[in-house]
């Protein structure tokens, strides 16, 4: 059974910095796409960064510059540095391998002053 266990999230003020970790298991991870999601108060839930199997990434337009997504092959592990944390970016994070339907229960980030 898959699962994807997200931890790091917090409380910081504007312009702080969180590195969110996704532990997955139930899966041979290094073979899989991973990315990482998020779901505002009152809002759909959203991508935000995504990293192949071989390490390519992409972002969203909000996150380009400020977030980096990395993953450990050896540690199957999934991790989101982010940096320059606007009030905006209040959320629930989520970890994921889009192939698979399942979700965790993701990190809850604030950012305010």
């Known amino acids: 059974q898959v699962q994807f266990v997200e931890s790091g999230g917090g409380s910081v003020q504007p312009g702080g910095s969180l590195r969110l970790s996704c532990a997955v298991s139930g899966m041979i991870f290094s073979t899989y796409n991973m990315a990482w999601y998020r779901q505002a108060p009152g809002k759909q839930r959203e991508f935000i960064a995504f990293?192949?199997?071989?390490?390519?990434?992409s972002y969203v337009d909000s996150v380009v510059n400020r977030f980096t997504i990395s993953r450990d092959n050896d540690k199957n592990t999934v991790h989101l540095q982010m940096n320059s944390l606007k009030p905006e970016d209040t959320a629930i994070y989520y970890c994921?391998?889009?192939?698979?339907?399942?979700w965790g229960q993701g990190t809850q980030v604030n950012v305010s002053s």
């Open positions: 990293i192949s199997s071989r390490g390519k990434t």
């Open positions: 994921k391998a889009p192939y698979y339907s399942a």
